[in-house]
């Protein structure tokens, strides 16, 4: 699967898997109603979810120009820490509007989310290329084989007359 279909399909999953973890986190530790959670987790969901999209083109844009192709740990890592910084700058004040904290009790919030987020985006990535397969930005380049040419004609006495 490739192209915008793989994206939704990503993004999709990503993101109702995302909103069930995210909406229980946050009605456990937040001292807001559980609608309050709910909201933050919905919102956060469809910021995340524009955001995944975006940061995903942009990614693959730049990994379908590098050298190396393939999803090697390192490239896996900053692709997860790039993601989750984006959305800290997002989704921080989201957290301390909705859930009533200051900057600094939503930032707080907000890490715990990142490092369980940074996991979650790693595993979820993981499981995700292999049941689909790779994206056509990840895929090595096909191997050129030069169509085989049939032998030239051996010279014989018939054709190297006038």
């Known amino acids: 699967m490739q192209g915008l279909k793989r994206k939704l399909v990503y993004v999709t999953l990503f993101e109702l898997i995302a909103v069930g973890l995210t909406g229980t986190a946050l009605s456990l530790i937040s001292e807001r109603p559980v609608v309050y959670a709910g909201v933050a987790a919905v919102s956060s969901s469809v910021i995340a979810l524009v955001w995944n999209l975006v940061y995903n083109t942009l990614f693959e844009y730049w990994e379908a120009r590098q050298a190396q192709k393939g999803r090697d740990l390192m490239r896996r890592v900053a692709h997860a820490v790039g993601f989750e910084l984006g959305l800290v700058v997002l989704l921080v004040p989201l957290f301390a509007w909705l859930l009533g904290l200051s900057l600094w009790e939503a930032f707080i919030y907000d890490l715990g989310l990142m490092l369980f987020f940074m996991v979650y985006t790693f595993t979820f990535n993981?499981?995700?290329?292999?049941?689909?397969?790779?994206?056509?930005?990840?895929?090595?380049?096909?191997?050129?084989?030069?169509?085989?040419?049939?032998?030239?004609?051996?010279?014989?006495?018939?054709?190297?007359?006038?």
């Open 126 to 162: 993981l499981v995700f290329d292999r049941v689909f397969g790779l994206p056509a930005s990840a895929l090595p380049a096909p191997e050129t084989h030069a169509t085989p040419q049939p032998p030239a004609p051996r010279a014989t006495e018939a054709t190297m007359r006038p």
